[in-house]
């Protein structure tokens, strides 16, 4: 696994991978602040004062809670912890804060240090590799690893590129298993699970993505057939994509499948353009509304934000006013009763951080 190797510029580190995001959206932009103006969005320059208050108030909160040894967890044994601190530390990177530097510095660094520290012996990232769903909190603990490889100093680097390479070939043997065709290509909650869904397909889809863009060695072919699982999953008869093949239509889902199509070279094709249209027929109207909301308002958020103009625009005024008006005064989002195991609110204000913060287009994975 190779990973972008970095300086040790005193203060803000310009790495390869910094560099590369400063000239995509101008330097001022890469540092933490206000989102990135899109003069045609309507909708960010109506709410963008807002937003950037919203978020700055939610990553106040999410620190505030971090626990003593790096993880956002309220259960000590729960082996959910990686996954739902992996989404902490994205929310934090979104707004464009930087591991060891500035104010979440420290924050980032713990986290980071987390995640790596507990790395099962089979590469699982998980405090435990057997009970529900191991694969995917490794996914997401994966893409985070990822996203940050190139951001941290010389000894930390070494380990995340130790700790991402067992990481990224348990997701490319778990995809090897065989299956039916229905499952073909795709990932389930074990490694070894013999079908697949939708929702831990399109983790591991980014985590892969992620992986390639920074330089990793991973097949094309993985990602292309990740995404053949995810286009098994299209209802034709109205454009939304199900859980697994053969289900109905469904808002979460649809969004998942929008974000792994535009983000692996199917961008704007029929599939996508009919994803963004039913949803933009099932528009949220209030918070909590149907099953996995707040995954639900990450996936279609920035799956919008890449098919862009009216269909952003249009998803995001109704996203800002469902979300700014839930918000507590102490600047969480409570859960909306989503099975997560222990994450709670911090689940909930961590998915609607990145939902937000779009427009910030600090994470890579997640550029236009």
Known sequence: MRAPRHGNTPRRRLTRRALAVALAVGLSAALPGRAVADKASPALAKYQERVDKSIDRALAWLVKEQSPDGSWSKNEQSRNATGITSLCLMALLAKGHTPGVGPYGKALDKGIDFILKNQQSNGMLTRGSSGHGPMYSHCISALMLSEVSGMVEAERQARIDKVLAKAMKLI??????HKDERSTGGWRYQGDSRDSDISCTSWAVMALRSARNNGAAVPTEAIARGIGYVMKCQVRRDGGFAYQPGGGSGWGRTGTALLCLELCGRHRDRSALMAGEWLLKNLPTHYGRGSHFSYAMYYCSQGM?????????????????????????DGKWRSSGENVGEGGDYYSSAMAVLAMSVSYRQLPIYQR
């Open 305 to 329: 934000f890449q098919l862009g103009d009216d269909y952003w625009d249009r998803w995001a005024s109704q996203m800002y006013e469902v979300m700014l008006t839930a918000q507590q005064k």
């Open 172 to 177: 490319l043997s778990a995809q090897q298993i």
